[in-house]
DNA sequence: TTTAGTGCAAAAGTTTTGCATGGTC
DNA sequence: GACCATGCAAAACTTTTGCACTAAA
């Protein structure tokens, strides 16, 4: 299963004329397992797994993903940066705040609303930017059962 | 009118239970001077208007400000949180590209659609955050012109 | 062999904290 | 006078950068 994923992130990283090394796909690897998470955090994941990988290099390969539109950033905290990897196209999230799961959600259905407002206001829009945060079913459930 | 603005401020925070120092109310006034800042560039907005505070105070009264609610953060760039001075109720802000300037939207009408959205995949609402940035007329015009 | 990528360590940047001093109630 | 708030400096923290070394095309 890992080994097949990996080639996946092979290929991809070539796609984007970037070499395949160990690190870079290691780096892949260890967002893929999780929801998201910070470049400390992948790099302290992949110390546990014994895969020893500089800290500059997750920040490189991360900043480098990002540019290439393969990972997105969130800036939920206080000067550290949240990476994700994700689908394509334009979404959002919604967030469950008690298991941190998250769910793309599929297409912007905001767009004629948000025509309209920025028409009211004499702007032209550019880009927005939503994140939704609730409880899923099975926090819901553990939270009542408590 | 710098006078009764700062009147303003000092009762804001005696509602509060803080004590309405200079240093206080100079950070409320040079927030209020701008659409948003950062703690840096109020201490330096200060600075340069001769008003003495420490940096770490400045830091001190955002995070208290904002821990009550009177501003709101903002975290756009890596490294450093944006605060802005805000009206009551939940709102959503139109901010253009060109000038920075800030349209603060009325009521949020959102939630309904927000609550299909949640109940779709099982959710329960909790919270969301909107952020959309676009060109305003003056600025339309400047780029037509140039 | 030529180029790109990595690791390490130092630097840069913002934000936080400790403690003595000063202002407010 | 008691307590809260400030200022300064040092620390903590994430992120970036320089450079010698290593691995890949």
Do not use: K, N
Request: proline share 1%.
């Amino acid at each position: 299963m890992a080994g097949t994923r990996q080639l996946d992130y092979a290929g991809l990283l070539a796609e984007h004329g970037l070499r395949p090394t160990r690190q870079r796909v290691s780096v892949l690897v260890a967002l893929a397992s999780r929801d998201d998470a910070t470049a400390q955090q992948i790099h302290a994941l992949l110390a546990d797994d014994g895969v020893r990988v500089g800290l500059a290099t997750v920040y490189r390969t991360l900043a480098w993903l990002a540019e290439h539109g393969i990972v997105d950033t969130l800036m939920h905290h206080r000067g550290e940066v949240c990476y994700r990897l994700c689908g394509e196209g334009h979404h959002h999230h919604l967030v469950c705040s008690g298991c941190h799961r998250v769910v793309e959600l599929g297409d912007c259905e905001l767009d004629p609303w948000l025509a309209d407002l920025t028409a009211e206001h004499g702007f032209t829009l550019e880009a927005h930017t939503v994140e939704v945060t609730g409880l899923c079913s099975a926090c819901q459930a553990v939270g009542t059962a408590a």
